[in-house]
């Protein structure tokens, strides 16, 4: 099984909604990270967990909330977003070095109204 | 984080080969160079990597320069499947964590018939 699995597919929230994104993997990956993408950029990190535990923050504004629950699942929780946060959120796993290569999900397609 | 530069489009012939270049004059010793690519409406794929000498897969080859300042992305025989975004990512050597794997603004491919 070599897939990283995100639910849902498309979400649109209001402002003041909270929701949460989900990504799955079972390849044993101990590394795992999220990413938006705005339309015709590149993705842009967001965050990187390392056996569970945040290793890199870019700086994301805390209405975007990672959570590590196990090795398998990653989470981010969406608190009072903005329209311009409307994005495809994208979530990749690796071995967690750098000489491996990481697999990426479909991604959830997140408006803000 | 060291950057890449490629050229922001190309074009070409289904069953011409293609030659990708990447530029990544600061790159450092411990750096991977990894190579993705993002079909439209889906995630991004790992296509190849390499640190010093060339690679190839079933997908590409990755033809390195000595000095390893810049890198050709090379498709044997493009298909009309092979129309993506490519990025050129250089991947830097941190043990135990997932590091970074941070995108340039990649080359978008498009294939004629």
């Known amino acids: 099984d070599t897939e990283v699995t995100q639910t849902p597919k498309h979400l649109v929230m209001g402002m003041t909604n909270k929701k949460s994104l989900k990504c799955e993997q079972h390849?044993?990956?101990?590394?795992m990270y999220w990413y938006k993408q705005k339309a015709k950029k590149p993705p842009e990190l967001m965050f990187v967990y390392s056996y569970e535990k945040l290793s890199i923050n870019e700086s994301v504004p805390s209405r975007f909330s990672p959570e590590c629950p196990n090795s398998s699942l990653l989470n981010l929780h969406l608190h009072a977003l903005q329209p311009e946060d409307s994005a495809l959120y994208l979530c990749?796993?690796?071995?967690?070095?750098?000489?491996?290569?990481?697999?990426f999900g479909q991604g959830t397609r997140l408006t803000v109204v | 984080d060291a950057k890449t530069t490629q050229p922001n489009s190309m074009e070409s012939n289904e069953e011409e080969p293609v030659h990708l270049p990447c530029n990544h004059s600061?790159?450092?010793?411990?750096?991977?160079i990894h190579w993705y690519r993002q079909l439209p409406s889906q995630g991004p794929e790992y296509v190849i990597h390499?640190?010093?000498s060339n690679v190839n897969n079933r997908m590409a080859s990755l033809a390195i320069a000595e000095d390893r300042k810049s890198s050709t992305l090379i498709l044997h025989r493009a298909t009309l499947r092979d129309a993506a975004v490519y990025y050129c990512i250089l991947r830097e050597l941190i043990y135990n964590q997932g590091g970074k794997l941070i995108f340039g603004q990649g080359t978008e491919l498009s294939v004629k018939p």
């Open positions: 600061t790159i450092s010793g411990t750096d991977y």
């Open positions: 390849m044993g990956h101990r590394a």
């Open positions: 990749a796993s690796s071995q967690g070095i750098s000489n491996t290569e990481a697999f």
């Open positions: 390499g640190l010093t």
